[in-house]
């Protein structure tokens, strides 16, 4: 038998019914059968997913190498095992709840001979309001740098490698992570690669957002995060040589993955929860946040990762509880720099350095809104709109520098109107047309991130595009204690959507434009009973 271009690998853990269609999706490549080769490790499933593999092995004889064992606990070592079965020249990797275009192995293997590349990466799309950061398909790009593009944000392991480079270095995932194996095995392969490509033309993967959210990542808890976070950070610190290389990798794993531990639902962990995290996360602000890096974070995260470091729990659950349930606090302007008055600055008997609330070089922290009331209305025009009153501390935006303020659902902006300034603050009017929202959206639905921004619209600044939850440039729209409004519901095509604005698990406003489907609406009937 010749050798296979490629060798898709799916781990495999109770997935059904997604799992028909990811397999369906394979089969259906126009690369053809005879050039893939399907490698499915069944990681010890408990509903029908090893039967359905065996149903497609014995369908499609000599495409399809099926794996049973008993479950391992996490995806690393399903990819492995798949990993020694590969015969092919080239490794692609599938969630077996996702799936894939049909023409996506025959471009990636077809970009990856013609650039020379040892990864390729083509462009995913969520299902299901499921989020991917998009700044890396910005354009096609026939070789990309690892430390000079969006990259680094972009390290899961849905990507096209060839696999003697893989075996050439030795490129595993690691087994004692349960969660984010992909992320070392990744980097490293990027960080091995003679050449990186982007394929951003054509959708080759669909990354699904399940309606129970039962996989392990949702339901992973955050001490388990922790203990992934820390050896992700170790893997870097060893893989590359202190500088800006590293500071680059590791900016996007303090944005993101650090940041995400030290958010508003930690409040309501139990206590010794609270204090594994706060230890936890001021170990790896110590040993990794240079000051470079923490000058690209945004001022509420920056202030967060400080407070872990040189503050204890309580200043910590005191500052996130300030943003949870009051909002934006005062700004306290000294000797020409600027602080952010958190409960814990210059407190008796604290001793807490001015350094964790200096907010002097941070425009973002001027953006910081705190939303007051939604509602849906029908503007001048006759239109329908999603009308947002917000408000802040600072009396006088543009003696910060911030003329104009600008808001924006990530590339979608509103319009901004400034109607109260004073000494209580500053209030405005933000209003998104429910028609921008909507042409804007893929087809299977999207969800996104409300931000503010100081000076002109830019798309890359906004959070949830380019930005990720901690980057500096912009400043989440928080809605803390907001009743979210009666969803609006509108036709594009031949198909409804529900557009509704919610709030994330750390306060901030998300807007999600839903399509309406049977699926979607048996899992909100079943939610429905089980609350009964």
Known sequence: MSTPDVSVVVPVYNTMPYLTRCLTSLVEQTIGLHRMQVVAVDDGSTD?????????????????????????????GPCNRGLDAATGRYVFFVGA????????????????????????LGKVVGVNSRHIYQDIFARNEIDVDLFDSPLPRSLANTKLFRREMLQRHGIRYPEDLPIGSDLPFTLEACYRARRISVLADYEFYYAVRRFSATNITYL???????????????????????????DAVLLRRFDHEVAKLVEDDLLHLDRETQRLVHEGVGRLVADHLSADIAAQLNAETRIRLALTRDGALDDLLAAIRQDAETGVPATVVEGGRRYAGYPGFRAPGRHLPDSCFEVTGAPDWAAKLDATALAWETDERGERVLSITAHTPVPDLAALGVDPLTVSAEEIPADVLVVAQGTAGTTVRIRFRAADLLAGSDATGQRRAVSAQPGPFDPARAVGAGNATGAAGAAALRAPGLHRPVPLMRRRGARLYVLVPTRDESGRLMISVVP???????????GMLRRR
């Open 516 to 526: 309406v489907t049977p699926n979607r609406v048996t899992a909100r009937l079943r």
């Open 97 to 120: 709840d996702d799936h894939l275009g049909r023409e996506a192995l025959d471009r990636l293997v077809g970009a990856a001979d013609d650039y020379g590349s040892d990864v390729v």
């Open 48 to 76: 029908r997913s090893g039967e359905e593999l065996d149903r497609f092995a014995a369908r499609y004889p000599g495409v399809f190498t099926v794996i049973h064992q008993a479950n391992s606990g996490g995806p690393a």
């Open 220 to 246: 992973s808890r955050h001490v388990e995060r922790l203990r992934t976070v820390e050896a992700n950070l170790a893997f870097v610190a060893k893989l590359i040589e202190p500088g800006k290389h590293r």
